[in-house]
């Protein structure tokens, strides 16, 4: 199957991918603003929109396909990846998108998330983290903090959570980024590099919801907070944050992270530069977690390697110039045969 | 076979053995599962083939890859089935039993025919195999044998490692030939050719020679012991049966299956995909179709059933004819999946190649009790299509319809084979790639009054549209929609019209199937009812049964969902009615259910198929209740 022959259109604008459906989200709730970021920059990428197509699991956060005037489909919890990845192997010419939730692509459909970045698929998955179950009215999630108290967990949750990034590090992922839905600029620039990203783009979403988990990330996203409280990464500059600037993060000798004052402490020099294609430190800012250090947000690791569809393409390819393509009558009537008259 | 035939040993000094034609033999090959029993067979099968004669197969292993050697649930049989007249199963009991060590006898010798042929490869009756065996003393003493069976003690191991002596092998490779010299000793007692055996192969081990000759020379002197030992009073000859003229080749039903599957996505002209997670016995099929990638199969071996289904609605949404593949337990997890499939309507085949359960059961053994899972199995009112294969060539033909409903209606299809068919086989007369029914892909393009669940007034199927189409985005998922538009609705009123014209579309699909055909009168004492892979037996049973004079008939059903329009009046025109399984009453539950009849049970659930006579048997119960017979 081949793409449809490109309409010569004019540029297409962010109402373009507005669809006609109201949007059912709680008022307040960081969904609106990341819907509102993605529309804002598919158009800039030249895809005609009918090459999009938005697939999803089930949450609050998965209707978002609903609201976008593209192809898309609202699934079943859990199990967006693994159709994303039946399609973008079918169809490798389109621009596949996976809106997930904490949940549904860790809990439920945590098996999924680790295949589809251990193959590298190329796809892009937003996953909301609101560290809540928001559709089933307020349920602690795999990434809740211990203690918790939720509708399920009135004492406080005993669970030890797990680091979104850090699994999709560890499942090799090629494109793993973190933004926040209180910084719309940031997201937006983050978006960018994922759409432009050929293989799995996983971008962990920060994602208050107004409703069950209120204020969840206040802590590194009120503006007098965060410019000690968050580190914005950039490749090539020195990991640096503070209002001031005045803070680096370097190895100390034990060559663990530690948090230093630039001048008082040490100099620039020592303060870690950020590598997007360097896995240690991909790993090593995974594990900068609050109290003791700024939470990172921008883009961890970004680093080219085969995707999974184009090798299945690229085989078949190969096959077919080896044994030429193939002729169902032979086939039917391969291996030994005889024939009765 | 001739159970009237002399003491075996006799002696023929200096004449040629006669030999004896007999019209249908089944020989049973059975050892330890590392004694290579399946390839023996395999080859056997395939000169049998050749031969011309009609033939079935049903390997019979453990569910341990190696379970303790020796052990009796280390042992692996395979049974053909072969003759010169049409048959349809591998054979109730063997005439001739090979066994290659005393497991294999113990668990094997029962079922042997009074007055068969039972060869044992003497060498492997060792103190410690005995005991792995758990027999007292050797059975080889035992006279009785000599009495009953036509009985033949050969020192298989010694015989080979004497006619290596020299090779270079190790004492272990020399042991792994052994096979051969069986399997040579079955060539020439049924005068079968070898040349296909020995290129095979020369093939295989084109790499290793030295192996290679080994195992043709091996099999020369299996050949040749049966010429010069004198021992065999008779050898025998099964002419070529006479088939429908055509060519064949032999065929398992996975491999059906998937040539099945390949055919309609080349007919059909788009893709294939398959997604699919390995579990016995469907694994075949994956492994044969992901040979196909020139042929524009895509196979996706996922990290669940639950992500091979899904990847394969994907592969549906974008247009590709998509399947994904399994048995039982896989069946369970790809559950809400479908329901997802018939929430969106898009054209699916399911397969589930059926294995003895619940859990995990008994996965090498055949059973037919997913039926009222795939009927019924899914939360709320979710009806798809279900049919089944009968017997290994038919899988081809079923996989093939399978596509065709899919896609005419838009809609997932449960194929049911079972491990017997999966892993049986049969010669198959190969289609004529020509005269296979087209199967019409047609996109929805035209953006011009488009509604994504618009239907067609006659199948009910909403359009097919695939992303990438200018003009007609559009969202679907698994929530309600509104019967005009599509779009997400909670109307009460609306989810009930969607609800019954969901069920509608299935149901309609009985109006555009041909009439049912039953095996015999249209009307009579007695109606066997089958389904799936007991067509065979249930076939020559109502054969035999027929002959006698009794007035039964056998009616096989391909479309289980939904039933087939006339099977209501058909069940009606008999006295009886009997719905042999292998479960316990699925699809009696359906038609009495379905059509108020008042239809018996006749039930098996040991992991095997039914023999002929045990529903020749239950038959006989029902025509004479009072024991009339003889
Ligand atoms: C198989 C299945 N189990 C459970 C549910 C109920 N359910 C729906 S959404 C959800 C959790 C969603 O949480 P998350 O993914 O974090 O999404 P959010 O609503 O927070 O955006 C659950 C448990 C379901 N729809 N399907
Ligand atoms: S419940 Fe929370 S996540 Fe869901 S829509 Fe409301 S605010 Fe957003
Ligand atoms: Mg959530």
């Not at chain 1, 490749?235 to 680096?248: I, S, T, Y």
């Not at chain 2, 064949?248 to 998937?258: C, E, I, P």
């Not at chain 2, 039930?603 to 095997?608: D, E, F, M, R, S």
């Amino acid at each position: 199957m081949s793409a449809n022959p490109l309409p010569v259109t004019p540029p297409l604008t962010k109402k373009d991918f507005q669809s006609d459906q109201d949007v059912r989200w709680c008022p307040g709730c960081g969904d609106y603003v990341i819907l509102a970021q993605v529309q804002r920059v598919l158009p800039e990428l030249g895809i005609p929109r009918e090459n999009i197509v938005v697939i999803s699991g089930i949450g609050c956060s998965s209707r978002f396909p609903y609201y976008m005037n593209t192809y898309g489909m609202h699934s079943i919890h859990g199990r967006a990846p693994a159709i994303a990845t039946g399609l973008k192997v079918a169809r490798p010419e389109l621009s596949v998108w996976v809106a997930t939730g904490d949940g549904d692509g860790l809990s439920i459909g945590g098996n999924h998330t680790i295949h589809v970045l251990r193959r590298n698929v190329d796809m892009k998955i937003l996953l909301f983290n609101n560290r809540i179950y928001g559709l089933t009215k307020g349920q602690y999630s795999p990434t809740s903090q211990v203690g918790m108290k939720s509708k399920s967990s009135p004492y406080g949750s005993l669970d030890a959570p797990f680091d979104p990034l850090r699994l999709a590090l560890g499942a090799g992922g090629t494109f793993v980024a973190r933004a926040v839905d209180a910084e719309p600029a940031h997201l937006t620039e983050v978006l960018r590099r994922a759409a432009h990203h050929k293989g799995t783009a996983f971008i962990e979403i920060y994602q208050n919801c107004v409703v069950f988990n209120d204020g969840a990330f206040d802590y590194m996203t009120e503006k007098a907070a965060r410019e000690e409280t968050r580190l914005v990464l950039t490749h090539g500059k020195p990991l640096v944050f503070g209002k001031a600037k005045d803070k680096g993060i370097r190895l100390n000798p034990k060559l663990e992270p530690e948090v230093f004052q630039i001048g008082r402490e040490g100099d620039l020099s020592q303060c870690l530069v950020h590598d997007e294609t360097s896995e240690t430190l991909a790993w090593i800012l995974a594990h900068l977690q609050p109290p003791k250090f700024p939470t990172p947000v921008g883009v961890f690791r970004a680093v080219s390697a085969p995707t999974y569809d184009a090798g299945v393409h690229e085989q078949e390819e190969e096959v077919r110039g080896k044994k030429g393509a193939g002729d169902l009558a032979k086939l039917l009537g391969s291996g030994e045969t005889w024939t009765v008259s | 076979m001739d159970a009237t035939a002399n003491h075996p040993e006799r002696e023929h000094p200096g004449k040629e053995t006669p030999r004896e034609e007999v019209e249908t033999v089944t020989i049973r090959f059975c050892g330890d599962s590392g004694d290579g029993m399946q390839l023996t067979g395999t080859e056997f099968t395939k000169s049998t083939a050749i031969a011309g004669n009609d033939l079935a197969t049903f390997p019979d292993y453990p569910a341990e890859i190696r379970a303790p050697a020796g052990t009796l649930p280390g042992v692996s049989g395979f049974q053909i089935h072969f003759s010169s007249r049409d048959i349809y199963t591998p054979g109730d009991a063997p005439d001739v039993l090979v066994a290659m060590n005393p497991a294999a006898l113990k668990t094997n010798l029962p079922d042997l025919v009074a007055g068969g042929v039972l060869i044992v490869n003497k060498d492997a009756f060792s103190d410690v195999n005995l005991q792995k065996a758990g027999y007292g003393q050797n059975p080889l003493d035992d006279e009785s044998l000599a009495r009953k069976y036509r009985f033949f003690k050969v020192d298989i191991s010694g015989l080979t490692e004497r006619a290596l002596a020299g090779s270079g092998l190790t004492s272990k490779e020399v042991a792994l030939c052994k096979n051969m010299f069986a399997l040579g000793l079955m060539f020439w007692m049924y005068g079968r050719p070898m040349e296909a055996t020995i290129a095979g192969i020369r093939r295989k081990f084109a790499k290793k020679p030295q192996i290679a000759e080994a195992n043709v020379k091996v099999i020369h002197a299996g050949f040749n012991y049966g010429e010069t030992a004198e021992m065999f009073a008779h050898k025998y000859e099964v002419k070529p049966a006479r088939l429908p003229p055509g060519r064949y080749r032999n065929v398992t039903g996975n491999q059906a299956t998937a040539l099945g599957l390949a055919a309609a996505a080349q007919k059909a002209g788009v893709r294939l995909f398959l997604g699919s997670y390995p579990i016995t016995p469907a694994s075949d099929i994956l492994h044969e179709l992901s040979y196909l990638k020139n042929y524009g199969v895509t196979t996706f071996q996922a990290e669940d059933e639950i992500a091979g289904i899904g990847s394969a609605i994907g592969a549906a949404y974008g247009g590709a004819l998509a399947v994904t593949t399994t048995s039982g337990p896989g069946m369970a997890l790809k559950t809400e999946a479908m329901g997802l499939a018939i929430m969106l309507e898009l054209p699916l085949v399911i397969i589930d190649v059926q294995r003895g359960g619940p859990s995990t059961g008994l996965p090498t053994k055949t059973e037919q009790a997913d039926l009222l899972q795939a009927v019924y199995g899914r939360n709320s009112e979710a009806p798809l299509p279900v049919i089944a294969a009968s017997s290994p060539a038919d899988c081809f033909g079923a996989a093939y319809e399978a596509f065709r409903i899919a896609v005419q209606y838009m809609t997932p299809v449960i194929l049911l084979t079972d491990g017997y068919l999966g892993n049986g086989s049969e010669p198959w007369l190969i289609p004529n790639v020509e005269k296979l029914r087209p199967i019409e892909v047609k996109y929805r393009r035209d953006p011009e009054g488009f509604q994504p669940y618009a239907r067609d007034p006659k199948t009910l199927a909403r359009p097919w549209v695939i992303p990438g189409t200018p003009g007609l985005e559009h969202r679907i998922g698994g929530l309600e929609k509104d019967f005009t538009t599509g779009s997400v609705s909670y109307d009460p009123q609306n989810h009930e019209r969607m609800v019954r014209i969901r069920a509608e579309k299935v149901a309609g699909i009985a109006k555009g199937l041909a009439p049912t055909e039953v095996f015999g009168k249209p009307e009579g004492d007695l109606l066997v009812v089958g389904w799936g892979g007991t067509y065979g037996a249930l076939h020559q049973a109502a054969e035999q049964l027929q002959a006698k004079g009794n007035r039964v008939s056998h009616l096989h059903l391909r479309y289980l969902n939904p039933l087939p329009p006339d099977v209501g009046d058909i069940l009606r025109r008999f006295r009886h009615v009997l719905v042999a399984e292998l479960n316990l009453g699925q699809l009696a539950k359906i038609l009495r259910a379905t059509y108020l009849v008042d239809a018996a049970s006749y039930n098996k659930i040991q992991g095997k198929p039914f023999k002929i006579a045990e529903i020749v048997n239950r038959c006989r119960e029902i025509l004479e209740p009072d024991g009339a017979r003889a």
